[in-house]
């Protein structure tokens, strides 16, 4: 039986993305296993990042490489800074998701989603579905994969600052 609850697994979905809002890079990146993934498919019902080209996939080191990126003094994409804000539809726990596993430790909760990302006279709005992947480990929850689904992920995007 799970130590945790599905409040608490909603509670998570909500903490992980005020991280995000608030720029808290480095909070967010500790939220990852080892083993993290960040994705976000180029293709509607796209089942593997290794078999088709996504807009995004990244692994632990590769998001540590964005987070720097973003601190760095030469990225003047950055200057001023990007800002974000999510709003989020209540999230769900996914029971019918194969990898949702509760006595092994592993959840999934699925939530939609209003993404904005706005630098000085920009903003973008992007909606979709975000998909974690939750492992329990050392009595946390922590993020084995993010998975954005974005409503119209086959058009043409201009430069993803952030992270949805």
């Known amino acids: 039986m799970s130590q945790f609850t599905d409040q608490d697994i909603i509670d998570f979905v909500y903490a992980e993305t005020r991280l995000l809002d608030a720029l808290k890079f480095e ?30 996939s990244e692994d632990k080191l590769l998001l540590r490489v964005r987070i720097e990126r973003l601190k760095g003094q030469r990225t003047f994409s950055q200057q001023p800074p990007s800002r974000c804000h999510h709003l989020l539809q209540r999230p769900e726990i996914d029971t019918t998701h194969a990898w949702h596993q509760p006595a092994q430790g592993q959840f999934v909760a699925r939530t939609a989603f209003h993404y904005v990302e706005a630098r000085r006279d920009d903003q973008k709005l992007y909606a979709g579905w975000a998909t974690y992947q939750l492992r329990a480990e050392d009595g946390q929850l922590r993020i084995r994969q993010k998975r954005i689904d974005l409503l119209n992920c086959n058009a043409a995007h201009g430069n993803i600052q952030l992270f949805m």
């Open 27 to 56: 909070d967010w990146l500790n939220l990852f296993t080892e083993d993290g993934h960040y994705w976000m498919p180029l293709a509607h019902d796209q089942e593997d990042a290794r078999l088709h080209t996504s807009l995004m």
